[in-house]
């Protein structure tokens, strides 16, 4: 018990908050519907049910946007299944702080501020365009429809892990089961879209896509290191999260939406990005009087990302404490792995 308090107490800033926020909020939902008189579950007309659930303030359902606008922010924290409550914490604590320790505690709130809202109010427009489609007869659809878990942070915690060392490998059950960071996002958009699907769980089908193609947007274009956006190293592009044999389509398809939001001006082109590093560089380079040694942008973005991935593997260490000799050799080699990248 003393060690998960020191360990508790150990956690980054944000991540302490974020896993705080979320055990508070998630207990006074399932309090409060313990404590009520009404059974929702046993109503058949869904939008009743939704009006008489007592933690209708903190879940964001589509049909009460404009009545709870505040749900988009708290309902990313509000989770009443215990099961998937525990699993949640779990991720939270341990991939949260891993990421809040690379980037930095205001980086990373903003990442998972953008990340929650964004995929939480795209997955309400989205289920009320479902019903508007389908019909009145389909009010479920906005009423019984729970947007809401940590499913879609989850999803963009993947996203961040293979930027950061796509090349690590996990091995899990004595090293039956083993897979890299790299293949993580694509693992994950796979097999929970399924299993909320068999759940009868709409609004975390949602929210793992969404959180997935949003969290790809925003570290491809948007987050700010130092005085560049993004990263548009060829390792991150979109279509490394896709299988081989696809990826000529989904190259053609993210091709299309690139140039698109290049021309409305809602992200900087390539060549852009390039000259931004180059320009920089030229400064660095200059006020070190060592223009000789000046790297090309592709070799800034790959020094960059092998710079990262070598911080993030010797904090895992040093989190873990002395590892043991078999640590060691798959630590070096996966250190050896992304150098040679």
């Given at each position: 018990m003393?060690?998960?308090?020191?360990?508790?107490?150990?956690l980054?800033?944000?991540?302490?908050?974020?896993?705080v926020?979320?055990?508070?909020?998630s207990?006074?939902?399932?309090?409060?519907r313990l404590?009520?008189?009404?059974?929702?579950d046993?109503?058949?007309?869904?939008?009743?049910a939704?009006?008489?659930?007592p933690?209708?303030?903190?879940?964001?359902?589509?049909?009460?946007?404009?009545?709870?606008p505040?749900?988009?922010?708290?309902?990313?924290?509000?989770?009443t299944n215990?099961?998937?409550l525990?699993?949640?914490?779990?991720?939270?604590?341990?991939?949260?702080?891993?990421?809040?320790?690379?980037?930095?505690?205001?980086s990373f709130?903003?990442?998972?501020?953008?990340?929650?809202?964004?995929?939480?109010?795209t997955?309400?427009?989205?289920?009320?365009a479902?019903?508007?489609?389908?019909?009145?007869?389909?009010?479920?659809?906005?009423y019984?429809t729970?947007v809401?878990?940590?499913a879609g942070?989850?999803?963009?915690?993947t996203v961040?892990?293979k930027?950061?060392?796509?090349?690590?490998?996990?091995?899990?059950?004595g090293g039956?089961?083993?897979?890299?960071m790299?293949e993580?996002?694509?693992?994950?958009?796979?097999?929970?879209p399924?299993m909320f699907t068999?759940?009868?769980?709409l609004?975390?089908?949602?929210l793992?896509?969404?959180?997935?193609?949003?969290a790809?947007v925003?570290?491809?274009?948007?987050r700010?290191?130092?005085s560049l956006y993004?990263?548009r190293?060829?390792?991150?592009?979109?279509?490394?999260?896709?299988?081989?044999?696809?990826?000529?389509?989904?190259?053609?398809?993210?091709?299309?939406?690139?140039?698109?939001?290049?021309?409305?001006?809602?992200?900087?082109?390539d060549e852009?990005?390039?000259?931004q590093?180059?320009?920089?560089?030229?400064?660095?380079?200059?006020?070190s009087?060592?223009?000789?040694?000046?790297?090309t942008?592709?070799d800034?973005?790959a020094?960059?990302?092998?710079?990262?991935?070598?911080k993030?593997?010797?904090?895992?260490?040093?989190?873990?404490?002395?590892p043991?000799?078999?640590?060691?050799?798959?630590?070096?080699?996966?250190?050896a792995?992304?150098d040679?990248?």
């Open positions: 003393s060690k998960l308090i020191l360990y508790a107490r150990a980054p800033l944000v991540t302490k908050a974020m896993s926020t979320y055990l508070v909020l207990l006074t939902a399932i309090l409060l404590q009520a008189s009404t059974n929702i046993e109503v058949s007309d869904p939008s009743y939704a009006s008489q659930d933690a209708r303030f903190l879940i964001l359902r589509p049909g009460f946007i404009a009545s709870y505040w749900t988009i922010m708290t309902s990313t924290f509000v989770e215990l099961v998937f525990l699993c949640g914490l779990a991720g939270l604590v341990a991939i949260g702080s891993f990421l809040e320790r690379q980037w930095g505690g205001r709130a903003l990442f998972v501020l953008v990340t929650t809202m964004v995929p939480a109010l997955a309400a427009v989205v289920s009320i479902l019903y508007a489609v389908r019909g009145s007869a389909h009010s479920s659809i906005l019984a729970h809401g878990g940590l942070l989850v999803s963009a915690f961040g892990l930027q950061l060392m796509p090349e690590y490998s996990v091995k899990l059950f039956a089961l083993s897979f890299r790299n993580l996002p694509g693992v994950y958009t796979l097999v929970a399924i068999l759940l009868g769980d609004g975390s089908v949602l793992v896509n969404i959180g997935f193609l949003e790809f925003y570290l491809r274009f948007y700010r290191e130092g993004g990263d190293s060829e390792a991150f592009a979109f279509t490394t999260f896709f299988p081989e044999f696809v990826q000529p389509l989904i190259a053609r398809l993210s091709n299309a939406l690139y140039g698109a939001a290049v021309a409305c001006k809602l992200i900087t082109s852009g990005y390039r000259q590093n180059v320009d920089l560089e030229a400064a660095v380079a200059s006020d009087n060592e223009l000789f040694n000046l790297h942008p592709e800034s973005d020094d960059r990302r092998k710079a990262i991935a070598a993030a593997l010797d904090m895992r260490l040093g989190s873990a404490g002395p043991s000799s078999a640590a060691s050799s798959s630590t070096i080699a996966a250190t792995t992304v040679a990248k």
